[in-house]
């Protein structure tokens, strides 16, 4: 079955760090664009950072210098680290496989919730 | 603050046309495709349209999109109860260094 299962999701307090989990079947995670894109509260969706099939990474203004994505090929699993959380991080992070124009954002995960609070 | 401009909701009786507008500028909608997608909380959003009025397998052609200008639309015909969801659409914006740019969703009520 294709699919994407996130984790790593919690309760953090500000300035902490988390690393989420994006683990991917029935597919490549490598051969393909990957996105992070996170729901916050009563509010919709916002785009984090993607993954390019080489290996370059871009981020939204808002958590760039602060969250990191990456992956390990042989586990076929995509990684997002942030570090110095803030409290409007708190989301609900979800991993998508990105077909960027030629079918947008095709299969995502059932996300995970990352809660920033003291 | 979304880039584009969604209504917060929408709503029909069963078997009605329900129409959700998606309001953008010059430097997104109006230069490339928009897409569209589903999302019941709790559960991993949906792809329902992509690249303006294109289906992906298995979605009911109920659901259909498409673009005037800066401005898109997801119409959603013969209304069911399961269509009682958040929609969302989605495409680029020139200006901005995000990879994609989300309107802020309309809740669907199936009445």
């Known amino acids: 079955e294709v699919q994407l299962v996130e984790s790593g999701g919690g309760l953090i307090q500000p300035g902490g760090s988390l690393r989420l989990s994006c683990a991917a079947s029935g597919f490549t995670v490598s051969s393909n664009y990957m996105s992070w894109v996170r729901q916050t509260p009563g509010k919709g969706l916002e785009w984090v950072s993607i993954?390019?099939?080489?290996?370059?990474?871009f981020y939204a203004d808002s958590v760039k210098g602060r969250f990191t994505i990456s992956r390990d090929n042989s586990k076929n699993t995509l990684y997002l680290q942030m570090n110095s959380l803030r409290v409007e991080d708190t989301a609900v992070y979800y991993c998508a496989r990105d077909l960027q124009e030629v079918a947008g954002l095709d299969l995502w995960g059932q996300g995970t919730l990352v809660t920033v609070s003291s | 603050q979304s880039v584009l401009t969604q209504p917060p909701s929408a709503s029909g009786t069963p078997g009605q046309r329900v129409t959700i507008s998606c309001s953008g500028s010059?430097?997104?909608?109006?230069?490339?495709?928009v897409y569209w997608y589903q999302h019941l909380p709790g559960t991993a959003p949906k792809l329902l349209i992509y690249r303006t009025d294109q289906r992906p397998p298995g979605v009911p052609d109920r659901f259909s999109g498409s673009k005037s200008g800066t401005s898109a639309s997801l119409a959603i015909s013969g209304l069911r109860s399961e269509d009682e969801a958040d929609y969302y659409c989605a495409t680029w914006d020139d200006s901005l260094s995000a990879n994609w740019v989300f309107g802020g969703g309309t809740k669907v009520t199936v009445l």
């Open positions: 010059s430097s997104n909608i109006g230069s490339t495709f």
């Open positions: 993954m390019y099939i080489g290996g370059s990474t």
